[in-house]
């Protein structure tokens, strides 16, 4: 390459100066932006809003086994992630401005999932309370326990746990890049509106009565997680 430049007019000399001199508007701090499709629970409220805003529409899913993960980052003075969760849960623009960061970080249109488990003890320091939102922007499922022991030993001519699961995340895997090359719109029929509109409606009016807001705000997020179940479900199916 230095022999064709030369060619073209330059001698070895000046083509050493302008190389040697170029490395001088090289940006030796640049780092590139990764996807990363699962994030941490344990994490920042800036973090958080910095993948999602990386992310885009792909999204950031934080799964755990364990409520107290998320709970105690929340807890942290870099935490206090509650605003992002319910400005996510509509789609909203949710922002954060540091000194350290020398710029504002915004996610425009923040998709993200949520993933806990954990026991009713742990749901109560993660949600302390139903005025502040954060309740509602949930799909709490709550279940008895049903003692039973259920061994793990491999059993002979069966596939194992592990094979098995793999297999399925492998489905859900294809089912997921297929619908990112391939958008798709669901929409309810109109007996199926009728039927959402006429049990909020009802249950709405049940909850009114107790005169407080809370409950009221839950019924409504309530109907717009139903259509969202609804409308996923139609797609994985």
């Given at each position: 390459?230095?022999?064709?430049?030369?060619?073209?007019?330059?001698?070895?000399?000046?083509?050493?100066?302008?190389?040697?001199?170029?490395?001088?508007?090289?940006?030796?701090?640049?780092?590139?932006?990764?996807?990363?499709?699962?994030?941490?629970?344990?994490?920042?409220?800036?973090?958080?809003?910095?993948?999602?805003?990386?992310?885009?529409?792909?999204?950031?899913?934080?799964?755990?086994?364990?409520?107290?993960?998320?709970?105690?980052?929340?807890?942290?003075?870099?935490?206090?992630?509650?605003?992002?969760?319910?400005?996510?849960?509509h789609h909203e623009p949710v922002s954060t401005d540091y000194k350290v960061d020398d710029q504002i970080i915004c996610a425009e249109d923040p998709h993200l999932a949520l993933s806990f488990t954990g026991t009713p003890n742990q749901l109560a320091f993660f949600i302390p309370s139903l005025n502040n939102g954060l309740y509602s922007r949930f799909a709490i499922l709550t279940a008895e326990s049903r003692w039973k022991y259920?061994?793990?030993?491999?059993?002979?001519?069966?596939?194992?746990?592990?094979?098995?699961?793999?297999?399925?995340?492998?489905?859900?895997?294809?089912?997921?890049?297929?619908?990112?090359?391939?958008?798709?719109?669901?929409?309810?029929?109109?007996?199926?509106?009728?039927?959402?509109?006429?049990?909020?409606?009802?249950?709405?009016?049940?909850?009114?009565?107790?005169?407080?807001?809370?409950?009221?705000?839950?019924?409504?997020?309530?109907?717009?997680?139903?259509?969202?179940?609804?409308?996923?479900?139609?797609?994985?199916?």
């Open positions: 390459m230095a022999a064709k430049i030369v060619g073209n007019g330059y001698t070895r000399q000046e083509l050493q100066k302008g190389l040697s001199s170029g490395y001088q508007y090289v940006d030796l701090s640049y780092k590139p932006e990764y996807l990363y499709l699962c994030g941490a629970p344990n994490t920042s409220k800036n973090q958080l809003i910095r993948r999602l805003k990386i992310n885009g529409k792909l999204g950031l899913i934080i799964n755990t086994s364990e409520l107290d993960m998320i709970s105690g980052a929340m807890k942290q003075k870099c935490g206090h992630h509650d605003d992002v969760f319910r400005a996510a849960f259920r061994s793990a030993a491999p059993i002979k001519g069966k596939e194992d746990y592990d094979t098995f699961f793999k297999k399925l995340s492998g489905e859900v895997l294809d089912m997921f890049l297929f619908l990112q090359q391939s958008p798709t719109e669901v929409t309810l029929s109109d007996s199926q509106w009728e039927e959402h509109t006429a049990y909020f409606s009802q249950l709405l009016d049940e909850v009114a009565c107790e005169k407080a807001d809370a409950p009221g705000s839950i019924v409504l997020r309530a109907a717009l997680i139903v259509a969202h179940i609804a409308c996923r479900t139609f797609v994985v199916s």
